[in-house]
């Protein structure tokens, strides 16, 4: 899959236009009978940064989560993983509530186990990341950026990326506190039980020419 660079929108206010969109509609776990639950994720870049932008088809929203680092897997969550170097499995999470709390993770060795909470002080507030949220009768979505030089503080061989150049990421929805539990992917995870924290299963974005 292929995403484009410095999408802009031609009312020139800024809004940025995401023109591929990762339909996250897999669900490993799934129970028969149980509720499908999808969304859907949009990436473009700039010289600056990666920006992300996902949207949950759900309804019946959780979140309580309200503090930078709470477990927003709790709540109704969107979820977007992704490897900064190609060939190594180090890998951020990126994980958000229907609010705009967030909780980032980085794992160095690629691992659950090595996963840890970001604590940067900057990062805890939403306009780092220029958060925004939005919410209607139908879904609900966040959009954010992420700086390449925030992306260095941990994996210092990440490069500004060139059209060519892959993204080995997942995106997920979940929501470990709903009536009925449910795991979202976008590329498929084969584990005999959730778990998101597995990058050999992350798919692979292209990054494409400036539109």
């Not at 260095?152 to 061989?157: A, F, G, I, L, Q």
Request: some cysteine.
């Amino acid at each position: 899959m292929i995403f484009a660079r410095n999408a802009r929108d031609d009312a020139g206010d800024g809004d940025r236009i995401f023109r591929t969109s990762a339909e996250i509609g897999i669900m490993p776990w799934r129970k028969d009978g149980e509720a499908l639950h999808t969304a859907a994720a949009e990436l473009s870049y700039d010289d600056g940064a990666l920006y992300v932008r996902m949207r949950a088809f759900e309804k019946n929203i959780i979140s309580e989560r309200k503090q930078f680092g709470d477990p927003v897997c709790r709540d109704s969550c969107l979820e977007f993983f992704f490897a900064p170097v190609f060939g190594n499995n180090a890998y951020f999470n990126f994980e958000v509530n229907p609010d705009g709390v967030m909780y980032i993770g980085f794992s160095a060795d690629g691992t659950r186990a090595g996963s840890r909470l970001l604590t940067d002080p900057d990062i805890a507030c939403n306009s780092f990341f220029s958060m925004k949220c939005n919410r209607n009768d139908d879904f609900w979505e966040v959009s954010y950026r992420i700086p390449y030089d925030f992306i260095r503080r941990r994996s210092p061989d990440f490069r500004d990326p060139r059209p060519g150049d892959v993204l080995r990421c997942n995106f997920y929805t979940c929501c470990d506190d709903a009536p009925e539990l449910y795991y979202t992917v976008w590329h498929r995870i084969c584990s005999p039980s959730p778990d998101y924290h597995l990058p050999e299963y992350f798919g692979e974005l292209v990054f494409g020419e400036k539109e």
